[in-house]
């Protein structure tokens, strides 16, 4: 195989994001009020002022309109309650993005659970993921939705076909399972405890890896002509390198994604999706 296997998540989330910036003018052409997302930071970890400064900045890009709150880290988990239904109940405010993780003392499930379901643009809340498992319009999480763009993309047939999700978190490998049975796949979710992990990859046609563990699939992992997607973003002396081995599996794949450069793009193209989805979902309420 040639470098023409590689995907090229970059090229995909441009594209994404000129399909949302345009949709974007046309909502607000046809009378809607622009488009909000609210973004929340409670604290002041580097990197996650760089994630939230980017989201932001994309927001704007897309014609959105972006709004702030930043709480110190000390603050309470009445605060920052108390910001979430402020946000809630402000029928200016199209989405809600908290960005995690949070200090300690605040618990990130419990706030999760209580953003609106209809501006929920990371789709985590649990009326959500509900709809996710029920096959019902909804949000959804933005990795696994940039995930299931990229293979459609890439023309992947996902009809009958053996997927391998290795990871089984809630932010990516459950929401992925369940948008690839959606898509009539048959999957087979791996996780830590599984018995033979590399034999269970191997059976699979599209083997999808989020763990978190630098270059772990190898070549032994994957058979000939398999598409392999790594959403693992491991920071090592060596540089952002995925969970999978890309220079001994590229020659194998029929197609792969590289870190960075793959599924990375994606994930902020489709919170802007999301964002102008639930703008949408929520022209209806305000009628
Ligand atoms: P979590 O730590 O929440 O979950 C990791 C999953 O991997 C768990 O289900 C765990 O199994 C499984 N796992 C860990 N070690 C092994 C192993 N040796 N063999 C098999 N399975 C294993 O991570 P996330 O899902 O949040 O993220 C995974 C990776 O994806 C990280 O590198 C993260 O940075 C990246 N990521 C990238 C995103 C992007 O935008 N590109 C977005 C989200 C995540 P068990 O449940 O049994 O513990």
Known sequence: MTADNIIDGKAIAADVKERVKREVAEWIDAGNPQPVLATILVGDDPASQVYVGSKRRTTEEMGMRSIHHELPADATQEEVAELIEQLNDDSDVNGILFQLPAPPQIDDEAMTELIDPLKDVDGLTPVSIGHLVEGKPGMVPCTPLGVMEMLRRTSVELEGANVAVVGRSLLFGKPMAQLLIHANATVTQCHSRTRDLP?????????????????????????????????????????????????????????????????????????????????????????
């Open 199 to 287: 034999g269970e990859c191997r059976r699979a046609d599209i083997v999808i890896v989020a763990i978190g563990r630098p270059k772990m699939v190898t070549a032994d992992y994957v058979k000939e002509g398999a598409v392999v997607i790594d959403v693992g973003i491991n920071r090592t002396e060596d540089g952002l390198v995925g969970d999978v081995d890309f220079d001994a599996v590229q020659p194998l794949a029929k197609a792969i994604t590289p870190v960075p450069g793959g599924v990375g793009p994606m994930t902020i193209a489709m919170l802007m999706h999301n964002a102008l989805a639930a703008a949408k979902l929520q022209a209806p309420v305000r009628a």
